[in-house]
């Protein structure tokens, strides 16, 4: 949740000096000895994440069945958790290697414009799919001539403009706050609601304007999500055949289950009020959208998907042939 910076902060801050640095406590400042172990768990998740979201990006460009509306929005996303999870393991492990746990706070600032940017598009993004897997499974017939080429063309730079223009917003008007101490922010990243705290500046501005942007990002993109899903599941349970409405339910699980662990970890963070119990609780929480969901995407997507489990199949074997 956004903290209210009030007048006695502002009085009792304005005669100290302005702070150029954070220091970022991360998951366990209290456990210095765990930071070896938790290197190397960050670091397999982070090679993971990387790995297997690269494999669908070429596996989407370079098998020609899969040139299709659904596997062009899964190429997309899989580029986004590539960035997205670039923008906070990175950083995260340099720190946990070297023990260095200060940054800068222009580079606070920007972190938090790049993940912001980029958490608001995937809202965008998942709810293009879900309007994709409607109009496959509700209008089958005139799925063909609905979603062209020019249509998810406009989709996918709608949903890339619409999350960085929000977000350059708020981080405006972030770059105007002063920092004048303490520095310390109790998360591993630089996320919104902690950095506010820190600020002797009135952030009134800043929290209306975060509330009112990261509002329309995320509620309009989950309610199309959500009624897509309901006119999916009425429709499919139509359908007489056991078989068509088992390959329906398949079609659209991957999907659902990534929609579920994005946007339910999203409002255990944010929606859900924090509390000194749940404090680093929430932390955890926040692992679950911004590293596990990235890494989990392309193990969802590959081992529930048959069509890009034969795309794969099809890339060894090409390539074992050339080998040979």
């Known amino acids: 949740m956004l903290g209210t910076t009030s007048p006695w902060q502002l009085q009792n801050r304005t005669n100290q000096t302005t702070i150029a640095n954070f220091i970022l406590l991360g998951l366990v400042d209290h456990y210095p000895e765990l930071q070896p172990l938790l290197f190397l768990a960050f670091l397999a998740i982070y090679f993971i994440t990387m790995a297997g979201n690269l494999l669908l990006v070429v596996l989407v460009l370079a098998d020609l069945h899969l040139h299709t509306p659904m596997y062009f929005f899964l190429g997309n996303l899989s580029c986004l958790e590539i960035c997205y999870t670039s923008t906070i393991l990175p950083r995260m492990l340099f720190s946990l290697l070297t023990g260095e746990r200060s940054i800068s706070a222009n580079g606070c600032i920007a972190q938090y414009y790049f993940f912001g940017s980029l958490a608001s598009t995937e809202c965008y993004l998942l709810a293009v799919m879900s309007y994709d897997r409607y109009l496959a499974i509700c209008k089958p017939l005139r799925y063909t001539s609905l979603m062209n080429g020019r249509l998810c063309l406009w989709l996918i730079c709608g949903s890339w403009i619409s999350g960085f223009l929000s977000n350059t917003i708020i981080t405006s008007l972030e770059f105007q706050l002063s920092f004048c101490g303490p520095n310390e922010i109790d998360h591993f990243f630089c996320d919104l609601a902690p950095v506010l705290k820190l600020s002797c500046s009135d952030t009134h501005v800043v929290e209306l304007a975060t509330l ?59 929606i859900v009020p924090e509390t000194e119990t749940l404090k680093r609780l929430h932390k955890m929480f926040s692992l679950f959208y911004t590293i596990l969901t990235p890494m989990l995407n392309p193990l969802i997507y590959s081992l529930r998907n048959r069509e890009v489990k034969e795309a794969l199949f099809r890339s060894v074997r090409k390539f074992s042939s050339r080998i040979l």
């Open 212 to 270: 009112i942007l990261a509002s329309m990002d995320t509620i309009p993109p989950f309610l199309l999500t959500l009624i897509s899903y309901v006119c999916i599941i009425s429709t499919v349970l139509q359908i007489k055949s056991k078989v068509a409405q088992q390959k329906a339910f398949s079609t659209c699980s991957s999907h659902l289950i990534v929609v579920s662990l994005f946007y339910g970890s999203i409002f255990l963070v944010y």
